[in-house]
């Protein structure tokens, strides 16, 4: 077995390297509010309603007209490509009548019911999802985030609202 190492997550303690180690399924939160809340301000800033229970991510998810559920996250990628991206996808004449956000690895319920909508995808963070009228339209996976600059998130993102917003 490999080296084990304590870890201290908001003053809970777990073995990294334990594979019985998983935060979801606790529901304990992997960050600290202080390192989370300036990257859910972000979008937030934007326009975007923070989704923190099931309950909110269903209501959103089955409105009328078009929604964006952006899963956020620590990553680099989500910092360098993804928000930037989304944010600038918004900057044309079609986009989504409504805009949210759940956090990975803090909103733990809502990002576990947001990734049910999210069905046939696996979980993905960060990710991009599109619904119309209740139903998945299109859904952008962390492997096409990571890599792609904010510039080329922005301009898919924009062809996808021309065709479905």
Do not use: W
């Amino acid at each position: 077995m490999g080296q084990k190492v304590l870890i201290q997550f908001n003053s809970r303690f777990a073995v990294h390297g334990d594979s019985h180690c998983n935060f979801a399924e606790r529901n304990h939160t992997m960050y600290p509010e202080a390192i989370v809340n300036p990257m859910k301000a972000e979008l937030t800033s934007a326009g975007f309603q923070e989704l923190v229970n099931p309950q909110e991510v269903d209501t959103a998810v089955k409105s009328e007209g078009t929604v964006l559920v952006v899963v956020n996250s620590v990553c680099g990628c989500a910092a360098g490509a993804c928000r930037p991206g989304v944010k600038k996808s918004l900057e044309n004449s079609k986009k989504p009548s409504k805009l949210t956000t759940v956090f990975a690895g803090f909103d733990v319920d809502a990002v576990a019911q947001a990734r049910k909508h999210f069905s046939p995808y696996p979980p993905s963070s960060p990710s991009i999802a599109l619904f119309k009228n209740g139903e998945l339209v299109h859904f952008v996976e962390r492997h096409h985030i990571e890599g792609q600059t904010a510039n080329s998130i922005s301009e898919h993102l924009k062809a996808v609202y021309e065709e479905f917003c």
